[in-house]
């Protein structure tokens, strides 16, 4: 029965990118890159099947850690991108690199079903949860549940999935920190050039209406 139930996980379709790198300012002196995860899929595993947050580096090393803890060993987890001391926000090469890294990485950790049923992930990839409020929450220890946190992102509506893609390329013209469009630095405005190179297919939703989640920003 435990092997019917996986096979049919494995025939829905998980599809994840990560993408559009943007610089974030914690104040003067230090800044961190973020990048965008977006989720579309039709798997029974998933309350929403459309969604979109944003989430730095030492967050994947925290769900990396939370994985293979509430797993208790029983999953092999895939590897992160290794964490790089002389890793710069002006380089567009190591930023890109690490940034499929990411993704390598969350394609493999989809493909399991017993790190699928872990409220971490979903609270992770569906919501923008700080790390302490996810772990609160997959612990019981808030007033929301992992469900009612899902669904508290915001909701914006497409009339096709042209449209969604339009707004998915001109989605830096609103944010000031962004990388790829407000920097002057010349060496990242070179990450624009990875954005349309990760840009997904959207086959998934053909021609039919989609819906996109756009969580309302907070800090990472």
């Known amino acids: 029965m435990r092997g019917e139930t996986d096979h049919a996980v494995n025939q829905q379709i998980i599809s994840v990118w990560v993408r559009d790198p943007r610089i974030r300012k914690n104040d003067f002196w230090h800044a961190f890159i973020d990048y965008e995860i977006s989720l579309h899929t039709d798997s029974v595993c ?22 293979q803890a509430n797993s208790l060993l029983m999953a092999q987890l895939p ?9 710069s926000l002006n380089n567009a090469q190591q930023i890109t690199q690490r940034m499929k890294g990411l993704q390598k990485f969350l ?5 399991n079903p017993l790190l699928l049923s872990d409220s971490c992930l979903h609270l992770f990839l569906q919501s923008q949860l700080s790390v302490s409020k996810i772990q609160a929450c997959a612990a ?30 001109m989605s830096c013209d609103s944010d000031s920190d ?43």
């Open 46 to 67: 998933f309350t929403k099947k459309i969604s979109s947050v944003r989430r730095r580096y030492s967050e994947f090393v925290w769900l990396r850690q939370r994985l």
């Open 79 to 87: 590897e992160l991108p290794p964490k790089n001391p002389f890793f």
């Open 107 to 111: 394609e493999q950790v989809l493909q």
């Open 140 to 169: 019981g220890r808030t007033h929301y549940s992992v469900a009612q946190a899902v669904h508290s992102c915001g909701l914006r509506r497409f009339h096709s999935a042209e449209d969604l893609q339009k707004d998915l390329s």
């Open 178 to 220: 962004s990388s790829e469009c407000r920097d002057p630095e010349p060496r990242i405005k070179d990450l624009a050039m990875n954005k349309a190179e990760s840009a997904p297919s959207l086959d998934l939703m053909g021609a039919r209406q989609v819906e996109t989640l756009s969580c309302s920003s907070g800090s990472p």
